[in-house]
């Protein structure tokens, strides 16, 4: 348990930009990865970079391989200790990812069922609704954007809600009462069924 809090506290840091370089390597990286993708075959960005991971590679085993053989040091093999790095994955790991990956299937199936099988007339009209926002969305972006969208967004929305969260939370509780004003008013309008008439 303490190791995922840790895993969450090492994603925030990067997200809130504590660390500027590792935050810079992240975010740079990622970037760049999706415009590749964005732009090119995800074939040809992983063949490119393949091809740079392997120069840099090979370039730094012949540079350590030529300054052994000069120096005569018997220093070895420059990622000794990667390559015995053990990548093999437990059991047990392997079945509670299994376990978690289910669970969130059969959550997500459950959830979609109810929906397009009409248990609940206002969630179904709230789905549809959702799903038509999301055709004019995919009529202006296409999903590559909206990934790259999404990234900046993580990298920039909650740095700049850390920096002026007071004013913030005063428009965010304004626009809050005036939605919940519409939504009452909407509800009152509509002839839902299972509502009661008011006398």
Known sequence: MDSQKDKLYS???????????KSG??????????????????LSVVA???????TITLS????????????????GHPYKQYLELDLSISDSKVHE????????????TTEMRRLFLVEDMVDSLKFALFLWVLTYIGAWFNGMTLIIIGLVAIFTLPKVYDANKVKID??????????????????????????????
Request: charged share 25%.
């Open 170 to 199: 005063e428009h965010l509780e304004l626009a809050r009462t005036k939605i919940k004003a519409i939504c009452k008013q909407v509800q009152e309008k509509l002839p839902l069924p299972g509502k009661k008439k008011s006398e």
């Open 97 to 108: 990812i299994a376990d978690l990956v289910t669970k969130h299937f059969v959550c997500f």
């Open 11 to 21: 994603v925030l840091d990067l997200i809130y930009w504590r660390d500027l370089k």
């Open 60 to 75: 730094f085993r012949l540079y350590k391989n030529v300054m052994s053989a000069v120096q005569k040091t018997g220093e």
């Open 25 to 42: 390597v992240v975010f740079g990286s990622v970037f760049v990865l999706l415009l590749s993708l964005a732009l090119f075959s995800v």
């Open 48 to 54: 490119y970079l393949s091809l740079v991971t392997l």
